[in-house]
């Protein structure tokens, strides 16, 4: 079965750092395209970052860019979010997510929801003021 395990949140203070990893097991992790979406009480689970089967191409919401870092391991079949210069405005329960339809992804963005068919728990980053 296909699993999807987040791991690396925690509270940090605004202006730190922390890295979560993603390891996913039941699929094979190079033939999809992956993605870090973040989810706050009350709120859509909104897009942040997404990288391409080979890492060759990523992209970002507009307000993580120059901070936050996607990637991946096809070795380890493990996504990564390396995230620095946190602001409270970060804070959410991240999930990781593989793409199960990339061709609906190309006709209405990486960041629509609709597009990943596999989902992980979610982890919880708390960025103190």
């Known amino acids: 079965q296909v699993q999807l395990v987040e791991s690396g949140g925690g509270l940090v203070q605004a202006g730190g750092s922390l890295r979560l990893s993603c390891a996913v097991s039941?699929?094979?992790?190079?033939?999809?395209?992956m993605a870090w979406f973040r989810q706050v009480p009350g709120k859509e689970r909104d897009g942040v970052s997404y990288?391409?089967?080979?890492?060759?191409?990523?992209d970002y919401v507009d307000s993580v860019k120059g901070r936050f870092t996607i990637s991946r391991d096809n070795a380890e079949n493990t996504l990564y979010l390396q995230m620095n210069s946190l602001k409270p405005e970060d804070t959410g329960v991240y999930y990781c997510?593989?793409?199960?339809?990339?061709?609906?992804?190309?006709?209405?963005?990486?960041?629509?929801?609709?597009?990943?068919?596999?989902w992980g728990q979610g982890t919880q980053v708390t960025v103190s003021s």
């Open positions: 039941g699929l094979t992790f190079d033939a999809y395209d």
């Open positions: 990288i391409t089967r080979g890492g060759d191409r990523t």
């Open positions: 997510a593989a793409a199960t339809s990339t061709y609906y992804l190309s006709s209405h963005g990486w960041n629509n929801k609709s597009g990943y068919g596999y």
